[in-house]
């Protein structure tokens, strides 16, 4: 069986700034606005009937998946809907594919329509099909042609199921006066030969203490075919800039911080990221204040990321942040801390996975294959990377067998867990105010990772 390839969920390409590939979300809800963690009935009124949509993390519907509940199975349609009866009560769901190894928990739901997030696997098979096209075009506008030299831009393209082989073109050359021509760039993806997305060119004068002087913007929608040339102009308009500002504290002992703010667009896999790097706050007091261009037509929102330098190794992600806010100031939630295992390092069917936490809140647990090349266990292509969301505190290992995630003995997994803040149940996290709406202001507070060899 082929090794598999681990397709990075953060790619990130600096030209005169920095465009940050991540899983960004958008929101696509049917029950949007309802009050979080409200126990609808299903559309027939019968209490034990469950009508749910399956997501990605940046809204498009996932097709195809297999959805598990109390012994009953269902499919996802086309919008990534699906629909199973004889369920009462508070029930376990879980998500898989029979092609993927990426397998979604959530423990402990009572909504009656829950909207769900799963992704892909993250490892794909080196011998899986790619589709391959490239980009290349003319940008026009209100600039000053041949483009100044201190005029930069940068390009992003966005599409909802792009899985990877990501490639950015940024030499500028001109063109006589028809603008600077652009490209190639190259977009790899998996799935239909087609493939639809939106072709995002952005840029400013940068000067040395002002990187938004005069910034530009173009949008385009754009389809690429499988192993052809697409041919764009876009035209960029002038956007304003504002300010946000806020103030960054630590809280339970932490001491330094790296951070940035960027720009999550609604309904693509990518954010744009806004040259402000927040680490500069601990020498100003804590106090943070970014000049950032006004990126509204987009349809998104400002988002805050924090990588704790310590050894808490945490993640914090604060979202919702508007032009011309002064208080977008993050309120720090502490990471779980894994409990020391009984025998460091190696886990079975008897070991208990326990983190620090507290009752009413929800935790987001993440095993995925740690792969070494080493490793003398084979690759059964399937149950190698687990999200598992609870309110618990505690996770058997023998339990990831009921959700079909098989750890065969002298395989290495990592390990983390995730405060989902502030969430307090595993409903409001499949709400349509959960993390899959950019409308959400939420925090992912991450532990130290460990690294556990399964045994007999």
């Given at each position: 069986?082929?090794?598999p390839?681990?397709?990075?969920?953060?790619?990130?390409?600096?030209?005169?700034?920095?465009?940050?590939?991540?899983?960004g979300?958008?929101?696509?809800?049917?029950?949007?606005g309802?009050?979080?963690?409200?126990?609808?009935?299903?559309?027939?009124?019968?209490?034990?009937?469950?009508?749910?949509?399956?997501?990605?993390?940046?809204?498009s519907?996932?097709?195809?998946?297999?959805?598990?509940?109390?012994?009953?199975?269902?499919?996802?349609?086309?919008?990534?809907?699906?629909?199973?009866?004889?369920v009462?009560g508070?029930?376990?769901?879980?998500?898989?594919?029979?092609?993927?190894?990426?397998?979604?928990?959530?423990?402990?739901?009572?909504r009656?329509?829950?909207?769900?997030?799963?992704?892909g696997?993250?490892?794909?098979?080196?011998?899986?099909?790619?589709?391959?096209?490239?980009?290349?075009?003319?940008?026009?506008?209100?600039?000053?042609?041949?483009?100044?030299?201190?005029?930069?831009?940068?390009?992003l393209?966005?599409?909802?199921?792009?899985?990877?082989?990501?490639?950015?073109?940024?030499?500028?050359g001109?063109?006589?006066?028809?603008?600077?021509?652009?490209?190639?760039m190259?977009?790899?993806w998996?799935?239909?030969?087609?493939?639809?997305?939106?072709?995002?060119?952005i840029?400013?004068?940068?000067?040395k203490?002002?990187?938004?002087l005069?910034p530009?913007?173009?949008?385009?929608?754009?389809?690429?075919?499988?192993?052809?040339?697409?041919?764009?102009?876009?035209?960029?308009?002038?956007?304003?800039?504002?300010?946000?500002?806020?103030?960054?504290?630590?809280?339970?002992?932490?001491?330094?911080?790296?951070?940035?703010?960027?720009?999550?667009?609604?309904?693509?896999?990518?954010?744009?990221d806004?040259?402000?790097?927040?680490?500069?706050?601990?020498?100003?007091?804590g106090?943070?204040d970014?000049?950032?261009?006004d990126?509204s037509?987009?349809?998104?929102?400002?988002?805050?990321s924090?990588?704790?330098?310590?050894?808490?190794?945490?993640?914090?992600?604060?979202c919702?942040?508007?032009?011309?806010?002064?208080?977008f100031?993050?309120?720090?939630?502490?990471?779980?801390?894994l409990?020391?295992?009984?025998?460091?390092?190696?886990?079975?069917?008897?070991?208990?996975?326990?983190?620090?936490?507290e009752?009413?809140?929800?935790?987001?647990?993440d095993v995925?294959?740690?792969y070494?090349?080493?490793?003398?266990?084979?690759?059964?292509?399937k149950?190698?990377?687990?999200?598992?969301?609870?309110?618990?505190?505690?996770?058997?290992?023998?339990?990831?067998?009921?959700?079909?995630?098989?750890?065969?003995?002298?395989?290495?997994y990592?390990?983390?867990?995730?405060r989902?803040?502030?969430?307090?149940?595993v409903?409001?996290?499949?709400?349509?105010?959960?993390?899959?709406?950019?409308?959400?202001?939420?925090?992912?507070?991450?532990?130290?990772?460990i690294?556990?060899?399964?045994?007999?």
């Amino acid at each position: 069986m082929s090794r598999p390839v681990r397709i990075t969920g953060k790619i990130r390409v600096c030209l005169f700034i920095c465009l940050l590939f991540t899983d960004g979300a958008s929101a696509h809800a049917d029950d949007r606005g309802r009050r979080p963690g409200a126990s609808d009935q299903g559309r027939d009124g019968s209490t034990g009937r469950i009508t749910g949509r399956v997501l990605r993390a940046w809204g498009s519907p996932m097709e195809a998946r297999v959805i598990h509940v109390n012994g009953h199975r269902a499919a996802t349609r086309k919008d990534g809907a699906f629909d199973i009866g004889g369920v009462s009560g508070t029930y376990d769901l879980w998500i898989e594919h029979d092609r993927e190894e990426r397998v979604t928990v959530y423990r402990g739901l009572t909504r009656r329509n829950p909207l769900l997030e799963h992704e892909g696997s993250t490892n794909i098979p080196s011998d899986r099909h790619w589709n391959k096209a490239s980009i290349s075009g003319i940008v026009r506008g209100d600039l000053s042609f041949p483009i100044e030299k201190d005029q930069r831009l940068s390009f992003l393209f966005m599409a909802e199921t792009a899985a990877g082989g990501w490639g950015m073109g940024s030499r500028m050359g001109q063109d006589g006066n028809l603008g600077p021509r652009f490209g190639r760039m190259t977009i790899g993806w998996e799935g239909k030969p087609t493939l639809a997305g939106t072709l995002i060119a952005i840029g400013s004068k940068m000067k040395k203490d002002n990187l938004w002087l005069d910034p530009v913007l173009g949008v385009q929608p754009v389809v690429v075919n499988d192993k052809a040339e697409t041919t764009v102009e876009l035209t960029l308009i002038h956007l304003s800039t504002g300010r946000i500002a806020g103030e960054i504290r630590p809280t339970g002992g932490y001491r330094s911080w790296n951070g940035y703010l960027d720009f999550r667009p609604d309904g693509g896999r990518g954010s744009i990221d806004l040259g402000c790097r927040l680490d500069d706050a601990w020498r100003s007091q804590g106090r943070f204040d970014c000049l950032v261009p006004d990126l509204s037509v987009l349809h998104g929102q400002y988002c805050m990321s924090l990588i704790d330098g310590t050894a808490h190794g945490s993640t914090l992600e604060h979202c919702g942040g508007t032009i011309g806010m002064t208080d977008f100031s993050p309120t720090f939630q502490p990471p779980p801390e894994l409990h020391a295992l009984d025998k460091p390092g190696l886990v079975n069917t008897k070991t208990v996975l326990a983190w620090s936490g507290e009752a009413k809140a929800v935790y987001a647990v993440d095993v995925h294959w740690s792969y070494d090349g080493e490793s003398s266990a084979d690759n059964d292509g399937k149950g190698v990377d687990l999200r598992l969301y609870t309110t618990g505190t505690r996770l058997a290992w023998k339990d990831l067998e009921r959700y079909g995630v098989k750890t065969p003995p002298g395989r290495k997994y990592e390990v983390t867990v995730s405060r989902m803040f502030p969430y307090r149940t595993v409903d409001e996290i499949a709400s349509g105010s959960g993390p899959l709406s950019h409308t959400a202001d939420y925090q992912r507070a991450t532990s130290t990772p460990i690294e556990v060899k399964v045994v007999e």
